[in-house]
């Protein structure tokens, strides 16, 4: 999506460790109307699939996980990182690697909130080596719900996740797609 690669390009920061930086519309700063275009194309390019419901996980994929949710006119459910496990059997769980932060998170997502067979788009920020997915998934197949895609914002092609995802054979759609980043020269290229 051109408008996107623009904005990277433009306001997007490379750090060290192979972090993109993008306070400035994404990840702090939210700018709505970029998320619209964002919410249009994820419709155009899922308008044939059925989808019951949009996840997510917290905190940054629940911004546009809402805007596009608007499209479909379907609810948004965000995984949440919890801090003790909860063992009632109310929820489904997996664990998730943070790759800004890295640690290991216990995600959960109530079971009152996916339901066998509902068909789930999956929409998130940013996909790198594709532990957020990857666990997202986990919970969607616990539940008994099919995963009917993927839906990236910006994912950094040079890392693994998307190849792993794909070769699983999982819908991924990616916005914008990053081939190389250099953090000393501050240089982006996109596939
Ligand atoms: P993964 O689980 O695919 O390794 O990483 C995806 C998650 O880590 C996303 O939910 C996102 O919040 C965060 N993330 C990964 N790489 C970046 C990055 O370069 N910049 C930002 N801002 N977040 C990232």
């Given amino acids: 999506m051109k408008l996107l690669q623009e904005r990277i390009r433009r306001d997007g920061i490379v750090k060290d460790g192979n972090v993109l930086k993008v306070d400035n519309f994404l990840n702090h700063q939210m ?3 970029l998320f619209n275009e964002m919410g249009k194309e994820f419709k155009r390019l899922f308008e044939v699939n059925r989808i019951d419901k949009i996840l997510t996980i917290e905190a940054s994929g629940i911004g546009i996980a809402c805007i596009v949710a608007q499209y479909f006119n379907v609810p948004v459910v965000f995984a949440k ?15 998730i690697e943070s790759f800004t932060h890295k640690k290991v998170y216990d995600v959960i997502v109530s079971k009152k909130y996916i339901s066998p067979g509902e068909h789930i788009l999956i929409i998130d920020d940013f996909l790198a080596n594709g532990c957020a997915v990857a666990g997202l998934i986990d919970i969607i197949q616990n539940a008994g719900a099919i995963v009917e895609g993927v839906g990236i914002a910006v994912e950094k092609g040079f890392q693994q996740g998307g190849q792993l995802l794909r070769d699983k054979g999982v819908r991924v759609e990616s916005l914008a797609i990053i081939e190389s980043m250099d953090a000393a020269a501050g240089t982006i290229e996109f596939r």
């Fill in 31 to 33: 700018d709505i109307e």
């Fill in 81 to 95: 990182k919890s801090q003790s496990i909860n063992i009632d059997g109310e929820v489904y769980a997996t664990k």
